[in-house]
């Protein structure tokens, strides 16, 4: 679990609770403004979407707060460990090591370098694969980011329902109360939706996509660079390339001496 983002969402929410305060809670729920923002922003998603689409859209949430389960300065450790086997033993010899491999992507890739496709053909059926990836994340990115957008024009439409209704009884003093409570909430929890909900899960959710297209493409960089049977000091310098210098430090440093040795 990615726990800052889980804090993030829960202090935020608490932060709020604290200013509105526990005993003037009561006054923030109202279940008309709940219908109008919340109902009527989920009602123009499922509007927009096919049902399966829809509900993988709101799934998609958990992987927000889910902790990637990859490291890019490990694989790159890997790739080397995998370019030290194949200088040694041969390109064949990634067979039984790709029976080790977890990641669906990076076997595929060993196995097709195994067979001895073709280097490009390699690259476009990889590089295929991985803008069918990041298509899929986009789908559920561009989700969180049309539900921050309905929630604050709800909200609005909410606030001029509420405005209305108010104009409209002003002679009785009782009713003005509740529908002014409508056109201001509605306002606030299409706010609270966009910025407390939407707009984080859709920002983290680009993060991690684009932290694995990075992933993705160290991948096929290296496993090209393995296909063409490059030193494993000049893959890992190739690879480290993908980095911030300060994540650069202490990846494959033995391997690579190692095989110039």
């Not at 604050?152 to 009713?175: E, H, K």
Request: net charge negative.
């Amino acid at each position: 679990m990615d726990i800052a983002t889980l804090i993030g969402l829960v202090v935020a929410f608490a932060l709020m609770v604290i200013a509105i305060g526990f005993s003037a809670i009561g006054n923030f729920i109202d279940l008309p403004s709940a219908q109008i923002t919340f109902g009527g922003a989920l009602m123009c998603m499922l509007a927009q979407s096919s049902i399966p689409d829809f509900i993988g859209g709101l799934k998609s949430v958990t992987l927000a707060i889910k902790k990637p389960n990859f490291n890019i300065q490990e694989m790159i450790g890997s790739i080397i460990n995998l370019s030290n086997v194949a200088r040694k033993e041969g390109l064949l010899s990634l067979e039984e090591a790709a029976g080790n491999i977890d990641d669906a992507f990076l076997k595929k890739g060993i196995l097709l370098v195994v067979d001895g496709t073709d280097p490009e053909l390699v690259r476009a059926i990889l590089e295929t694969e991985l803008s069918s990836m990041e298509t899929r994340h986009k789908a559920n990115i561009g989700f969180w980011e049309a539900l921050g957008a309905n929630g604050p024009a709800w909200g609005m439409i909410g606030t001029l329902i509420g405005l209305v209704n108010m104009l409209q009884n002003l002679s009785d003093p009782s009713a003005i109360g509740p529908a002014m409570a409508v056109a201001l909430l509605t306002t606030m929890y299409g706010s609270v939706l966009a910025n407390w909900l939407c707009t984080p899960v859709a920002t983290k959710l680009k993060v991690n996509n684009d932290a694995e297209v990075v992933l993705r493409e160290i991948m096929i960089e290296g496993l090209l660079s393995i296909q063409a049977g490059e030193n494993p000091r000049v893959i890992e310098e190739k690879l480290k390339s993908f980095l911030a210098p300060k994540d650069r430090t202490g990846i494959g440093t033995d391997e690579g001496e190692e095989a110039n040795g």
